[in-house]
């Protein structure tokens, strides 16, 4: 029998209520009208993740990385949520957790388990399955973890898998909202009326880092 993994308290900064479905629909990237399907379910399907606060809808750190993963699969073409509801429930059961996805060992035996189930969501031969992988593992990079569950994610803030780690979300900071990594700072200012170019050379960061932080928070950035 799997030997169960240490779980977060119900008390802890990673569950507390913090993101409202718009809210963390902009983040993760993704519609929020998806994001309300996933944590509520339907008529027909059950909800993918158990979110902080039901009524109003309203996700902790945890549902973040939860979602942020679950997006993340959204990029291979004909992956059907409600086989990866299934192959879910198969990974936590091998794992011995409730949540996988925002375990560490979904990383390092999870990904493995949950590909080489994935002959219940994809054709075994595809090319997508490799891409299924591919994508996985660029999701869980953007992941710090603890000694056993995700402590800090680092969102897209541009289209390729590859872009930079320039915004952090830590529960324990900023009370969970988009920072730019290794800084303190959020995008009040910008916001109050200063400039990109003015905001580097503040606080030494490129406009880069500054218009990645932004465009996490508002759609105005290019």
């Not at 990237?29 to 309300?36: I, M, V």
């Not at 027909?44 to 109003?56: I, V």
């Not at 699969?73 to 192959?87: D, E, F």
Request: proline letters at 5%.
């Amino acid at each position: 029998m799997t030997k169960p993994v240490h779980s977060i308290g119900a008390d802890s900064p990673e569950e507390l209520a913090a993101y409202t479905a718009v809210r963390a629909a902009q983040i993760v990237r993704l519609s929020p009208s998806t994001l309300r399907l996933w944590a509520r379910g339907d008529g027909e399907h059950a909800a993918l993740l158990a979110p902080a606060e039901r009524s109003p809808l309203t996700l902790s750190f945890s549902n973040l990385v939860e979602t942020f993963v679950l997006a993340s699969m959204r990029r291979v073409h004909g992956i059907s949520m409600q086989r990866v509801r299934k192959a879910l429930r198969y990974v936590g059961r091998e794992l011995g957790v409730q949540r996988p996805l925002i375990h560490a060992r979904f990383r390092t035996d999870g990904v493995r388990l949950f590909v080489d189930h994935a002959g219940e969501l994809l054709d075994v031969t595809s090319p997508e399955q490799a891409l299924l992988r591919e994508v996985l593992d660029a999701s869980l990079e953007r992941i710090e973890w603890g000694r056993d569950v995700a402590e800090r994610l680092y969102p897209w803030v541009r289209a390729d898998l590859a872009g930079p780690k320039s915004i952090v979300i830590d529960p324990r900071r900023g009370f969970g909202q988009p920072i730019i990594a290794g800084t303190g700072i959020v995008t009040e200012r910008y916001r109050a009326g200063e400039s990109v170019a003015e905001l580097a050379q503040d606080y030494r960061l490129d406009t880069g880092q500054i218009e990645d932080a932004i465009r996490c928070e508002t759609s105005e950035a290019a």
